[in-house]
C-alpha cells in the first residue's frame, strides 16, 4: 500500500513540475509585450488596412542579423523593444518606447518626419549598446546576469560590481566608447570623452609602460590593443583607482585621478577593442605600413638637442607623471631637481636606453623616444645643477630624503612602493646601530649603486651630510650609537675563485640560500614575501661589485641585524665555505664594462632585425 | 441479423485490434502466479528481471534504490542528451552561442540543460552512494567479486563522462576546470604528458580538445557504459540476485511449506568445497543444457525460498524508484539553472581555477603534492578498490548494515569515503584565491 501512495505522490510531483516547465514555455513575457503593443498600435491606427495588418500578426521573434560589422551578430531585443522604430510611441514606458531621435546621432527630420541615421536593420542595437542580443529575457539580455562580459554600457550594473564605484558606472555617456568603434577621427564630436581619455593616456605617461596598436609602443605593462574586448569599465575603472586591487602582485603605479578623469581613462580603454568595425583587415594593414613609414621618416628630422628642447619634450611626454621636478610630483619616482649634480650624461644616457642598466630593478620602463630627444632631455637635466642652501639636518632630511625614507624615517615616503629595492627603514635601531657611522657617510656621499640611493657628494658639502646624519640618529635611531667591535672577517676572500670552488658555493647556495634570495638568487625566494626588507638581489651587479669582500663575510658570516638575514657561523657555515659562496655569488655578478658603449649598437641592431642577437 | 457467412468475412477485420495486441503482448494481465511468472518471462523488456524475486531485495532499506538511481539518470541523460544534441557544434566558435541560444530561444533549451547537468552531477555521486552501499552490506564477496570489479569500472567510466560533458559549454568554468583536470592528468609518471596530449590533441585546450571531448562524451562513453551496465546487470542474474543474509535463505516463505523443505540447494557452488563433495555424484549422471549451469540462482518454484513474483512487486519497486528519480531531476532543474559563466577567455584565469566538484578532492590533494595527489593515491585507491573482493572474500556479514563480523572493513572503507568527502568539501568551500584558506561565511 505505501508503494503505490508513494507512487501516486511522486507522479503527481511530476504532473505538476510539467504543468509549471510548460506554462513557462509557452506563455513568454515578450508575447505579452508584442499583444500589449499590437492593441495599443490598432487604437492608434487611422486606417482600416493599418488594422486589419496588426490583426494579422502574431507574437513571434523578432531579431535583426548583422554581418556588415565584425563577425555577424544576432539582436532579438526588437521582440521586446517592438515598438524601437514605431514613432507613435514616443511618450511610452519601456519597453514599448521609440527608441529616441536625435541630431547627435545624426538623424534628420524631413517632411516632418524622423529618418534614423543608423537604421536598426543594417546596426542592430547591440553594436551601440552591448548586451546579448540573443538573450529574450531582459535579465540575459540586458546583460545583468554576473558572467555576461558585455552588460549594457551605461545602463547596467552587475550585482558583484564595487559598490563604492557602481553609482559612477553608469550614464550614457559611456556609450562613446562604442561609437569610437566606428568614428575613430580623433576630433569626432560624439567622442568627447574617448578623446579626452586619449589625451590622459599621453599626460599620465601611461604609454610609457602599455602598448596599444597605433598609439603607443611600451612594453612593461600589459597590451591595452584589446582591453576594451577583456574588461568590463568596473575592472577598467577599479584598476585605474587601485592597481592592486584585481591583481596583488601589480607594480603599476597609483595615479591619483579625479572622477571625470577616470571616467574619460575607462571610456578610452572601453574603446579599446583591437579591430575597428570602420576598417578592413586590409585597411588597417595599410594604415600601418604608413604609420611606420611616417615614424621612419620622422626620426631623422629631431631637431638638435637644446636644453630648451629639453624642457619642452619633459612637459610634452610627461615625466613628471612621476618624477618631481621642481613643483611638479608624481609622486612615484624619484626627485630629478637635481640630477645635474648628481648623474652625469654617460648615466642619463645609458639609463634612459635600458633604466635596468643602471638600477636592475627599476620599474621606470624602456621609452623608445630618439636618441637626439635623449640628449636634449640630459642637456636639460644638466642645468639642474645648483644646490639649494639648506641650513639645517632637518630641513636637508625634509627636503630631499623624506620622499623616499618618509616623513617619519620609517622607509615609508610617497615612493617606496615602487623603489626596488626598498628605501632603508631609518628606525630601525638594530641595523643603524649595527653598522658604522663611515658606512652611512659614504652611502650619502656616494649613494647605492644599483639602487635609487643617489650620490649627494654634489649636491651636500661634507657638513651637511654629517649633519643631516646626525638628524636622522637623533630623531628617528633614538639609541645612541654604540662603540662597534669590529668582526674577525678576512679583508680580501682568502678562498680562490676556481670553477671547483664556485661549484661548491652553488650547492651551499642551494642548500642554505634559495628560501630568501630564490633560486635565481634574485631575491624573490618563496619566503621573499613576508621579508621585510627584502632579502638581497644578488644579481644586482652594480650593487654587489661595489660591495667589498670583507662586508660580504661579515653579512654572511654574523648575519645583518634588522634583517632576516641570520648569523650562518650559528648554523655551521665555516670561512671557507662563505668564501666558496662568495666566489660563486661573484661570479654571476661579472665585472662588465658599461652598457652604455655596445647597447646603442645593439638597439640598432635590434629594430633593424627585429629581434635581440643575444636571445637569437 | 449476422449471418455465417458475414460473420466468417468479418471476424478477422473485428479481430484485427485484439489479435495484434496478442501478437505484441502475449499474456493478459496476469491474475495467477503462471501468468504472472509469464508475464515477466514473454516480455523482452521484463525478461532482464528474475521471474520471482527475494523479498530482501524488495526491501526499500536494504538497497535504496540506489543501483536502479543511477540507471535512471543514465537513461535520463541520454534522453535529454540526444536532445541537446540537436542544437549542440563542437567548435569553439559556436558552441558559447549555442549555449545562449538553449538558455533563450529553444523551447525547453534551458530545462533540458538543467536536467542534463543536474543528472550527470547525481549520477556521480548516486554511484559512489551505491558502491557505499555495497560495500557496507558486504555484497562484494563471493559469488560477487567480478561484478563489484564491474562497478568500480563504471564509476570511474561515470567520472569520465562528467568530466568530458564539463568542457562542452566552453565557457569559463568549463576551461578552466578541464586545463585543471588535465593538468592533474599530466602529472603521472612516463605517460602522464602523452595522455594529456592524447586527451587535448593539442599543448593546451582549444579546439581540438573539444572534438575529442564531445567525441568521447556522446559516443565512445556511452557505448562503454552500456556494455559495462548491461554485463553488471547479467551478473547480478548469474550471481544469484542481490545479496542477503544467508540466513534469509534457510527461512521458509511461509509455514505450509516448512515440513518439505529440506537441504537448501542454493549453496551449491558458492563453497569449492561443496562442489567438490559433489563431482563424483554428478559424473555418472547424463545431463542437459540444464546441466552445465551452476549458481545459485533463484529458480522458480525449486528453492523453498522467501521469493515473490517480479510481477508486479519488483516492476512496481523500479516504477517508484523511477519516478522519484525523474521528480528529483525535474524539482532541482525546476529551481536552479545550470551555470553557465563568461565566455572563454584564455588570457584571463578564473582564481582560484577549480575542476568540477567531484575532482576536487583531487584537487586539494594535488595541492601538497602534485604527483601522490594528482595520480599516486588516486590510483592506489583504485587498485585498492578493484581488489577489495580479493583481499577481504571472507563470506561473512553479507547482506546486512554495517554487519559486526564486518567491523574492520566497514571502518577502513568509511574512513576512505569521510576523508575523501572532507577533501571535497575543503576544496569546494575552503579553498580561496590562490587556494590559500578562506572561510565561506
Known amino acids: 500500500m505505501s508503494t503505490r501512495l508513494t507512487l501516486a505522490v511522486v507522479s503527481f510531483i511530476v504532473l505538476i513540475v510539467h504543468g509549471i516547465v510548460f506554462y513557462d514555455q509557452f506563455f513568454n513575457r515578450w508575447e505579452k509585450h508584442q499583444t500589449a503593443y499590437f492593441e495599443q498600435a490598432r487604437s492608434l491606427a487611422k486606417t482600416d488596412a493599418e488594422r486589419k495588418a496588426l490583426d494579422d500578426r502574431s507574437p513571434r521573434i523578432e531579431q535583426t542579423i548583422v554581418t556588415q560589422f565584425g563577425e555577424s551578430r544576432v539582436d532579438r531585443c526588437a521582440t ?193 577593442r583591437g579591430i575597428n568595425f570602420a576598417e578592413t583587415s586590409l585597411g588597417q594593414y595599410r594604415a600601418r605600413l604608413q604609420q611606420t613609414k611616417a615614424e621612419e621618416s620622422a626620426k631623422p628630422q629631431s631637431t638638435a638637442p637644446t636644453p630648451a628642447r629639453g624642457e619642452q619634450l619633459i612637459a610634452e611626454r610627461s615625466c613628471t607623471a612621476c618624477h618631481k621636478l621642481g613643483d611638479k610630483d608624481g609622486h612615484i619616482a624619484p626627485d630629478l631637481s637635481y640630477e645635474g649634480l648628481i648623474r652625469d650624461e654617460d648615466w642619463m644616457m645609458a639609463h634612459f636606453r635600458e633604466p635596468k642598466s643602471r638600477v636592475p630593478d627599476s620599474i621606470m620602463p624602456v621609452f623608445g623616444f630618439a636618441d637626439a630627444d635623449f640628449q636634449s632631455i640630459s642637456a636639460y637635466l644638466k642645468t639642474r645643477n645648483t644646490s ?110 676556481s670553477a671547483d670552488s664556485i661549484h661548491r658555493g652553488e650547492l651551499i647556495f642551494l642548500d642554505r640560500c634559495t628560501g630568501c634570495h630564490g633560486r635565481k638568487a634574485d631575491g624573490k625566494g618563496p619566503n621573499s614575501l613576508d621579508i621585510r626588507p627584502r632579502p638581497r638581489n644578488l644579481r644586482n651587479s652594480h650593487f654587489i661589485n661595489t660591495v667589498p669582500d670583507h662586508r660580504l663575510f661579515d653579512s654572511i658570516l654574523y648575519g645583518v641585524q634588522g634583517t632576516a638575514m641570520p648569523s650562518w657561523i650559528d648554523y655551521g657555515l665555516t670561512q671557507n665555505d662563505v668564501g666558496d659562496l662568495i666566489n660563486f655569488i661573484r661570479s654571476m655578478n661579472p665585472q662588465v664594462s658599461p652598457p652604455s658603449e655596445k647597447s646603442p649598437a645593439l638597439t640598432s641592431q635590434v629594430k633593424q632585425e627585429g629581434i635581440c642577437p643575444e636571445c637569437k | 441479423m449476422s449471418t455465417p457467412t458475414k460473420s466468417s468475412l468479418w471476424t478477422p477485420l473485428v479481430k484485427l485490434p485484439e489479435n495484434v495486441w496478442r501478437s505484441i503482448f502475449r499474456n493478459p494481465l496476469p491474475s495467477s502466479d503462471l501468468g504472472r511468472a509469464s508475464t515477466s518471462f514473454t ?77 550527470a552531477h547525481g549520477m556521480v555521486a548516486v554511484v559512489f552512494l551505491h558502491m557505499c552501499r555495497v560495500f557496507l552490506t558486504g555484497s562484494y564477496k563471493p559469488p560477487r567479486e567480478f561484478n563489484w570489479v564491474l562497478g568500480v569500472l563504471l564509476l570511474l567510466v561515470t567520472l569520465f563522462m562528467s568530466f568530458t560533458g564539463y568542457l562542452l559549454p566552453w565557457d569559463q568554468l568549463a576551461f578552466w576546470a578541464i586545463t585543471v583536470g588535465t593538468s ?220 559486526r563480523e564486518r567491523l574492520l572493513a566497514n571502518f577502513l572503507f568509511m574512513t576512505f569515503v569521510v576523508v575523501n568527502i572532507i577533501l571535497i568539501i575543503i576544496g569546494t568551500f575552503f579553498r580561496g584565491p590562490n587556494w590559500e584558506f578562506v572561510s565561506p561565511w
Open chain 1, 80 to 272: 521586446c523593444h517592438i515598438a524601437s522604430d514605431d514613432p507613435r510611441f514616443q511618450g511610452h514606458a519601456e519597453p514599448l518606447r521609440t527608441h529616441p531621435y536625435s541630431e547627435a546621432l545624426g538623424d534628420v527630420q524631413r517632411n516632418g518626419r524622423w529618418e534614423r541615421r543608423h537604421k536598426f536593420t543594417d546596426f542592430g542595437c547591440t553594436i551601440c549598446h552591448d548586451g546579448q542580443g540573443r538573450g529574450l529575457e531582459s535579465f540575459y539580455a540586458h546583460g545583468e546576469d554576473v558572467f555576461w562580459p558585455l552588460p549594457m554600457l551605461g545602463y547596467v550594473t552587475q550585482d558583484n560590481w564595487h559598490s563604492e564605484f557602481k553609482s559612477k558606472l553608469s550614464g550614457k555617456e559611456y556609450m562613446q566608447a562604442n561609437c569610437a568603434q566606428c568614428h575613430t577621427e580623433d576630433n569626432f564630436a560624439g567622442t568627447a570623452l574617448v578623446q579626452q581619455g586619449r589625451k590622459l593616456f599621453f599626460e599620465k605617461a601611461c604609454y610609457g609602460c602599455h602598448r596599444i596598436e597605433g598609439l603607443s609602443n611600451g612594453t612593461l605593462g600589459p597590451d591595452l590593443t584589446e582591453v576594451g574586448k577583456k574588461f568590463k569599465i568596473n575592472y577598467l575603472w577599479e584598476h585605474s583607482v587601485n592597481p592592486r586591487a584585481f591583481q596583488p602582485t601589480s607594480f603599476m603605479p597609483k595615479f591619483d585621478l579625479t572622477d571625470d578623469e577616470l571616467k574619460a581613462v575607462t571610456i578610452f580603454l572601453k574603446s579599446r
Open chain 1, 388 to 497: 639649494a642652501n639648506f641650513k639645517s639636518g632637518e630641513e636637508i632630511y625634509k627636503n630631499l630624503c623624506a620622499r623616499c625614507h618618509g616623513e617619519k624615517g620609517d622607509g615609508k615616503g610617497v615612493t617606496y612602493l615602487y623603489l626596488d629595492p626598498a628605501p632603508r627603514d631609518l628606525t630601525k635601531a638594530a641595523f643603524m646601530n649595527s653598522k658604522p657611522e663611515d658606512r652611512f657617510l659614504q652611502s650619502l656621499k656616494s649613494g647605492v649603486p644599483g639602487t635609487s640611493m643617489p650620490p649627494w657628494e654634489r649636491v651636500l658639502t661634507e657638513d651637511q651630510r654629517r649633519s643631516v646624519l646626525t638628524y636622522v640618529f637623533q630623531t628617528f635611531v633614538k639609541e645612541p650609537h654604540p662603540e662597534l667591535k669590529p668582526h674577525k672577517v678576512p679583508d680580501q676572500n682568502p678562498v680562490a675563485s
Open chain 2, 43 to 119: 516480455n523482452f523488456f521484463l525478461h532482464v528481471h528474475p521471474v520471482k524475486v527475494h523479498r530482501n531485495s524488495l526491501k526499500a532499506t536494504y538497497t535504496l534504490g540506489l543501483g536502479l538511481m543511477s540507471f535512471f539518470l543514465f537513461f535520463i541523460l541520454v534522453v535529454t542528451g540526444i536532445l541537446l544534441m540537436f542544437y549542440y557544434v563542437p567548435s569553439t566558435t559556436q558552441a558559447y552561442d549555442r549555449m545562449l541560444d538553449l538558455r533563450g530561444t529553444v523551447a525547453f533549451g534551458i530545462f533540458l540543460r538543467n536536467m542534463h547537468r543536474w543528472s
Open chain 2, 184 to 403: 592533474i592528468a599530466s602529472y603521472a609518471p612516463l605517460v602522464g604528458k602523452q595522455v594529456k596530449f592524447i586527451l587535448l590533441g593539442d599543448s593546451t585546450v582549444g579546439q581540438e580538445a573539444l572534438l575529442r571531448f564531445y567525441v568521447l562524451h556522446v559516443a565512445v562513453l556511452p557505448v562503454v557504459l552500456t556494455a559495462l551496465a548491461s554485463i553488471h546487470f547479467w551478473r547480478i542474474r548469474k550471481d544469484g540476485g542481490l545479496s542477503r543474509p544467508e540466513e534469509e535463505d534457510a527461512l521458509p516463505s511461509d509455514a505450509a511449506t516448512v515440513a518439505v523443505v529440506q537441504a537448501p540447494a542454493v549453496v551449491m557452488a558458492t563453497s569449492p568445497a561443496a562442489a567438490a563433495a559433489a563431482e563424483p555424484v554428478l559424473q555418472k549422471r547424463h545431463y542437459g543444457i540444464q546441466g552445465l549451469v551452476r549458481g545459485p540462482f533463484t529458480k522458480v518454484g525449486n528453492v523453498p525460498d522467501r521469493s515473490t513474483f517480479a510481477w508486479p512487486n519488483l516492476f512496481m519497486a523500479e516504477l517508484v524508484v523511477f519516478l522519484i528519480t525523474v521528480a528529483g531531476v525535474l524539482l532541482v532543474s525546476l529551481f536552479f539553472n545550470a551555470p553557465l559563466e563568461e565566455p572563454v577567455n584564455v588570457m584571463h584565469p578564473p582564481n582560484p581555477a577549480k575542476a568540477p566538484w567531484y575532482f576536487l578532492g583531487l584537487q586539494e590533494q594535488v595541492s601538497y603534492s602534485a604527483f601522490w595527489g594528482g595520480v599516486g593515491i588516486p590510483t592506489i585507491e583504485v587498485v585498492l578498490l578493484l581488489l577489495v573482493p580479493y583481499i577481504d572474500g571472507k563470506v561473512a556479514g553479507v547482506g546486512r548494515w554495517f554487519a
